[in-house]
């Protein structure tokens, strides 16, 4: 990130290689990034050999970016606790359930979508819709 308190306005290209480097410290520092890029990345290739409908790509895929959003999110605000201080702090620490409580959210949520979409398609498969 472009540290100067003088720069009144960053270029698009600072700020696209400044969320780009955020992607790779969320992949490389969180293994729990790592697990949610490899289920979205097994959705997908679920969807292509189930072949998904247009409007099922679209939830899947929000899904998806749902997840890994709060997932960051929680990286984030990890970073920023560990940066203010290393002492177990009742506010901080609270602060983290609930990012981490997000992403479960937002992973059960997701799951229940996968299945209720993958579901069908299984369903059809088999003869059983």
């Known amino acids: 990130m472009n540290d100067d308190p003088n720069t009144s306005e960053r270029s698009w290209g600072d700020k696209f290689r400044d969320a780009f480097a955020g992607v790779h410290v969320g992949i490389e520092g969180q293994s ?7 289920v ?24 998806i970016g749902g997840v ?33 409580a997000a992403v479960l959210v937002a992973s059960c949520g997701a799951a229940i979508v996968g299945l209720l979409i993958f579901g069908k398609h299984i369903a059809i498969l088999l003869d059983w819709w």
């Open 32 to 38: 729990s990034f790592r697990v949610h890029a490899l």
């Open 40 to 63: 979205a990345i097994l959705v997908i290739v679920t969807g292509f050999a189930l072949g998904v409908s247009l409007i099922e790509w679209c939830a899947l895929l929000l899904c």
């Open 68 to 100: 890994l959003t709060a997932e960051l999110f929680n990286s984030a605000l990890e970073s920023m606790a560990k940066a203010i201080t290393h002492e177990n702090h009742p506010h901080l620490g609270n602060s983290l359930d609930i990012a981490s």
